[in-house]
């Protein structure tokens, strides 16, 4: 299916923004492929394997050294059921597909997961009304279970809890990602896909009814002085191009020419933090727990994970300023300092008043690619196809932050069977 191309060729004009060396742009030999997945998180992974399924030869690159290394392995690996979305929204129609996929997928497969539920607590009377209003989104979507509690029942479930009612989610869990992606991948490989690490796609151009795609190796690009040419590693014409990209998705469609900036929404990166619970024999919680959410996210919630350790988080960081070759090699500030532990305590003590100064140990960070900032409304998944930009055989999804795990199979499904013929 491919030949790795190694020829010394300068950028096309899509990616003459990498050097500072401006020179004419030459014709490179080209491999054609069927299908070209650009990134290997589990969306990626899981969209691969539905290709693969119904018989279409899959090759997918990731800039990385393994697959599954940026959004997907810094997440809460929560199952989500569908309650905060609106119920014309992709987001609210794939994460309540994908919820359902993924527990009989993981069911039938062995993977380790658990449907411990959630209760999203309403700390004061102020958010009753935004539990109401989540209830009826949620019965809307078609989430099963939903019940609304009294103070008394939520702190007979849960007795560190302090809230006045409560929103209880009993189609919640929790899934080890990891293993996930080991069996999304497996699947995929076995119907003959294949993955290549550490090639980053770094721009493209539209020729005739193609969208030819320039392949480098990421440690090149990594190691570039500005002034060299870069060694192609491949040149490549698919008939069809999932940019599933995740964190750089909008940063490589913006090099692709021939595809129309207006269809690409501005990129906005929220930094999310998360501290584990130290010096407790018990976990505190037995469900999820989740205050009402906030701007840009959910709100520092309870995560558990299927080894019993307590996490709390994600924060919102609002990010700019990265460049597009440190977004495309994921060269990302994830440090979390126990200082920043300080701003946790109080969000965290208006559902568990008895958490003790101290026990917040750092955890770990992650970045979710959203297509909305500070201030505005949630975004909606954006899986664009040539009915949207024009561009024959090309597949964009943006923004697929949470619920992207729950809906990564539903994305798979519903990227496979629109645009896969």
Known sequence: MLTKLKKICPFSPTALKFRNLASKSTSSPKDKVDCLVIGAGVVGIAIARALALKGREVLVVDSASTFGTSTSSRNSQVIHAGIYYPRSSLKAALCVEGRKLMYGYCSERGIPHERVGKLIVAAGEAGVSTLSNLMNRGVENGVEGLRM??????????????????????????????????????????????????STVIGGHVEGDSLNLEVVGSQELENRDGNSLLNLEFVLVPNLVVNSAGLSAVALARKFNGLSG??????????????????????????????TPEDGGL???????????????????????????????????????????????PAIRKYYPNLKDGSLEPGYSGIRPKVTGPGQSAGDFVIQGEESHGVPGLVNLFGIESPGLTSCMAIAEYVANRFSK
């Open 149 to 198: 509690l009294d103070r008394c029942e939520a702190v007979e479930m849960e007795p560190e809890l302090n809230c006045v009612k409560a929103l209880l989610s009993p189609c919640s869990g929790i899934v080890d990602c990891h293993s996930l992606m080991l069996s999304l991948l497996g699947d995929a490989e076995n119907h003959g896909a294949t993955f290549s690490y550490n």
């Open 262 to 291: 207006s269809v690409i929404p501005k990129p906005h990166f929220a930094r999310g933090l998360y501290f584990t619970l130290s010096n407790t024999r018990e976990p505190p919680f037995k469900h999820l727990i989740y205050p």
């Open 299 to 345: 709100g520092v919630h309870v995560t558990l994970d299927l080894d019993g350790q307590v996490k709390f988080g994600p924060n919102v960081e609002w990010i700019s300023g990265v460049d597009d070759v440190s977004s495309f090699l994921d060269k990302y500030d994830y440090t979390v300092d126990a200082s920043q532990a300080e701003g946790f305590y």
